[in-house]
């Protein structure tokens, strides 16, 4: 079969990776998108031309080798891979278990990590790496340590895949949102009256941009990171934030 140019978006159903997965499929790629839920992969599948749901838990590293697998079955070679599934959670310290630090290490972080890896032979020489950050990765939320250090991480990542796949002219950069209205950060806020609401307005206060994120604004960042006009950017931490974590 000959190669297929295309990307990948992982957690690509919901929130930042679903914009991400529409605005390049609107480039004219085919676009694979990983999820745990069935259900909403098929509701991408239907929604988005050009869109290819693959039903994977990007903590699990047989689930990422059968990701890896079924891309080399349709002959696919991935101009571009955008590391995004993962999570968040509140956590106390003094109060965190092994279990609620597994939980956020587990995907943001090794399943990230085994991600990139394990897909490198997908990978076209040239090809765009963008890693989902966020601005956490520099600040020091509180009750959310184990979160913040996730993302650290990532950023750490990119500067050091930037240098280990150099001979293969493959980019890596990290964008770092600040505050986007997604289903994740709806969760987080929980269902007490008013606190999503609260959460809003701290957002456009605290950003000179005065309002919060949506998932369009970081989508279309990485789709200029998957383009050729970003040629000559490698390994930086692009902060998407409003100005939030810049002043």
């Not at 990701?67 to 003094?94: K, M, P």
């Not at 990485?222 to 934030?241: C, T």
């Amino acid at each position: 079969m000959t190669d297929i140019k295309a990307a990948l978006v992982t957690g690509g159903t919901a929130g930042i990776g679903r914009a991400t997965a529409e605005v390049l499929a609107a480039t004219g790629r085919r676009v694979y998108v990983t999820g745990r839920d069935r259900a909403k992969l098929d509701a991408a599948e239907r929604d988005i031309p050009g869109v290819v749901g693959l039903q994977a838990d990007m903590a699990d590293l047989g689930d990422i080798a059968l990701v890896a697998e079924r891309l080399a079955a349709d002959g696919v070679i991935l101009d571009t891979l955008v590391a995004n599934a993962g999570t968040a959670e509140t956590t106390v310290f003094g109060q965190t278990s092994q279990a609620d630090f597994d939980r956020t290490f587990d995907l943001n972080v090794r399943g990230l990590f085994f991600t990139v890896q394990g897909l490198l032979g997908r990978l076209s020489d040239g090809a765009s790496v963008i890693l989902i950050g966020s601005i956490v990765s520099i600040k020091g939320m509180p009750n959310l340590s184990v979160y913040n250090a996730s993302k650290a991480a990532v950023r750490s990542f990119a500067r050091s895949w930037a240098n280990d796949l150099r001979t293969r002219r493959i980019r890596v950069n990290t964008v770092s949102p600040g505050p986007v209205r997604t289903p994740l950060v709806e969760q987080l806020q929980g269902q007490d009256a008013g606190k999503l609401e609260a959460f809003e307005a701290w957002a456009a206060d605290a950003a000179p941009a005065g309002r919060i994120g949506q998932p369009d604004d970081i989508a279309h960042v990485v789709r200029f990171l998957a383009s050729p006009d970003s040629a000559y950017v490698n390994g930086i931490e692009l902060f998407v934030d409003g100005g939030l974590a810049q002043i």
